[in-house]
């Protein structure tokens, strides 16, 4: 496999500068039928490389070579033309259209001018079979999937056609362990086909098990391209980040005091259904479950985003009933949400550090309905240098960050308001070990300041890491809760998939039955 005549592409000197150097004489090939891992922390270069070969992003210095020849795609449509595919973490989807339309929308069937319906479904449905989709009508509005299905239309979309080198990007931070094993089978297949994959992911485990060789960048520089086996985990951690990271946290020396959030029988629909708990002062209580759950429609719910058909909630302390109908009304009584979706819903990606950490601070930094500008850059530089945000400034665009910082950015925000309770819906999501321990610093800092904390994540491991209590939702219900001390991996999976055990069986015991 190591024979020149196996290399498919091969970039040379490749470098790339935007207000400052991101990329510096990158010099890397890919082989015919291999996975080839690309990882290292947040920052560190991993998209803006993988762009350049998508076809997004051209290159400030170097050159391509794809199948022999010189390769300079102009876009990604150019790119895809040639057989190369991305599949980005911002997903590349029309979410009023449907299943079907989106993976079809460039080249729909036709029948004498009109779109073939009949036809356009059957493509559909095969295409869907490939990432286990089966389950799901290729009519649905993509609007109406969970953000996990949605990932898999977009990868399903990708392996249409003529595909020779497929980039993934981070393409298993939103998916359940069934969704991720059908894609590790199609990965397995598209190898056997001759078909190339780059694997962007920081979750080193699932690195060790598809890939046969590892690039790590570090500050814009390949440290390292090796086989995958000579590499233990905490040596790829020691390489990305350039530093030693232990496997706890100490979270420090807390206070855990009175409820200072109280959820009684929330609901809306059957996607939260009748959820109780309640949130200590100096805590962090996680929220773990299957994509699907219920756990994202439940954090929405107590931040006022959609409204709830039942329940009610308390706050402070002393509690007190609170009619929380509408995000300004949380942000009123002291409630945050950073969001999953940082680039739909928690950031103005073609706005300024500066300007996306002001947001929800106006007061603070106005004076007579006008903004003043070295309040807005005293703001920005304090939680710059508090988050350890890498970017070049307060004036860069917040869309050339890496996710990684973007994440930060959000947080930052609401850490210049005093919010007693935080919501975190997938606070790490695609972001690398090194972030990941500077927010779990982070979220314990907040609890030393009393702060009640609400984290989800499809993580367990972080969740037993960091969390006080657990509760597992499944099927929209609140399953069980967990203390710290009192919980192992096997015993929370196990309550993730007792709700829709009981659901399935109540479902069975419905469907009448034909005599014998």
Request: glycine share 10%.
């Amino acid at each position: 496999m190591s024979a020149t005549a196996d290399v498919v592409l091969s970039v040379s000197a490749i470098g790339k500068t935007y207000a400052q150097p991101v990329l510096g004489d990158i010099e890397l090939s890919l082989l015919r039928g291999e996975v080839l891992a690309l990882t290292g922390e947040n920052g560190a270069g991993k998209s803006t490389l993988s762009k350049i070969i998508g076809g997004l992003e051209t290159p400030t210095t170097g050159q391509m070579f794809y199948q022999g020849q010189v390769y300079q795609p102009a876009s990604r449509t150019a790119a895809e033309r040639q057989g190369v595919r991305m599949v980005m973490q911002e997903l590349n989807l029309l979410p009023t259209l449907s299943v079907a339309e989106n993976l079809f929308l460039h080249n729909l069937p036709s029948r004498a001018g009109w779109v073939n319906r009949t036809r356009l479904r059957q493509l559909a449905i095969a295409a869907m079979a490939q990432v286990g989709l089966e389950a799901i009508d290729p009519d649905t509005l993509v609007g109406e999937l969970g953000i996990g299905h949605q990932q898999m239309v977009e990868i399903a979309r990708n392996l249409i056609g003529d595909c020779h080198v497929l980039i993934l990007d981070e393409p298993t931070a939103m998916l359940t362990a069934r969704e991720v094993e059908l894609l590790f089978s199609q990965i397995e297949r598209l190898q056997q086909r001759g078909v190339s994959i780059i694997y962007i992911s920081h979750r080193l485990e699932e690195l060790k098990r598809i890939a046969q060789r590892i690039a790590v960048l570090r500050d814009g520089k390949l440290v390292c391209v090796e086989p995958m086996q000579r590499y233990s985990s905490e040596q790829l951690v020691n390489l990305m980040v350039g530093r030693e990271l232990g496997e706890h946290i100490d979270l420090g020396r807390r206070t855990i005091g009175e409820p200072v959030l109280r959820v009684s029988g929330l609901g809306r629909g059957d996607k939260v259904q009748d959820v109780s708990f309640e949130v200590r002062s100096g805590e962090i209580f996680g929220i773990s479950g299957l994509i699907g759950a219920g756990r994202t429609e439940l954090l929405r719910l107590i931040f006022g985003a959609d409204t709830a058909d039942s329940g009610s909630i308390e706050l402070g302390s002393p509690l007190r009933p609170v009619r929380i109908d509408s995000p300004m009304a949380a942000v009123r009584h002291g409630v945050a949400l950073i969001t999953e979706d940082r680039k739909g819903e928690g950031l103005l990606l073609s706005q300024s550090v500066s300007a996306n950490l002001a947001l929800g601070n106006m007061p603070a930094i106005s004076r007579a309905g006008l903004v003043d500008g070295a309040a807005e850059r005293a703001l920005a530089e304090r939680q710059i240098q508090a988050m350890r945000i890498r970017s070049a400034g307060p004036a860069q665009t917040v869309g050339e960050l890496s996710g990684g910082n973007q994440q930060k950015v959000v947080i930052g925000r609401w850490l210049e308001r005093d919010c007693a309770v935080l919501l975190f819906d997938e606070p790490t999501r695609g972001i690398d070990v090194g972030a990941k321990f500077d927010i779990y610093g982070l979220l314990a800092e907040l609890t030393r300041q009393g702060k009640a904390l609400v984290v989800v994540s499809s993580d367990l491991r972080e969740l037993m890491l960091i969390c006080d209590r657990i509760g597992v939702l499944s099927a929209g219900r609140l399953i069980e809760t967990f203390e710290r001390e009192h919980w192992s991996q096997d015993q929370l999976l196990a309550a993730a998939f007792a709700g829709y055990q009981k659901r399935d069986a109540l479902l069975q015991d419905a469907v009448p039955r034909n005599p014998a």
